[in-house]
């Protein structure tokens, strides 16, 4: 077992700085998204660029397709929180119907079986099928970010969950700790956003 954290450690210790950078960036964006800060947007922007490297050098080929996806999220996000709703005021957060819910869950897992067979079948994706749920869970949280939509976090609580064994079983100790991070961040999220929800409107 000493063995094991002393690789972890070492691991970690020797993490390349691009790693530590987009650790860095990633919890500063979560932070303002959970605070309904329109700077998570340009943030989240340079993250998920300096992400998406790595992970296409560590041949999680999900997870760099996830941050083009996410990119142009972003940018729609930072969009749609800047304009507003459809009468130009400020977008509020909101909830799912229970139909609505069913389908984006329906969506997930049909993403998920599609992108994994996609991995295995054409790629040489290390943990394939690992690697597209997290693919699957996350679009469809960042899409519901972006609507201000308060299952998103729900959603992250999930992808974080298994994107933590992913990174610690690829050795991305830094992106495992901050998937971690990300969990406890989603998980206060989903108490923030509930809250605002449930706010008297302006």
Known sequence: MSEIWQGVVAGAAGASWLEQVATIM????????????????????????????????????????????????????????????????????????????????????????????????????????????????SVISQWLQARKVLENWVGWLVANTTAIAVFWLKGFYWFAGLYAIFWVLAAWGLRTWWRAEKAPYA
């Open 26 to 137: 990633g919890i500063a964006g979560v932070w303002l998204a959970m605070r309904e800060n329109i700077w998570n947007f340009p943030v989240g922007l340079g993250q998920v660029t300096i992400f998406g490297w790595v992970c296409f050098q560590g041949k999680l080929y999900s997870e760099t397709a996830l941050q083009v996806f996410f990119f142009a999220a972003l940018l729609y996000g930072w969009r749609h929180w800047t304009r507003g709703d459809a009468n130009g005021a400020p977008l509020r957060v909101h909830r799912l119907t229970r139909r609505e819910g069913l389908g984006w869950t329906a969506a997930a897992l049909g993403l998920w079986l599609g992108w994994g067979t996609i991995m295995v079948r054409f790629t040489d994706a290390a943990l394939p099928w690992a690697d597209a749920f997290v693919f699957a869970a």
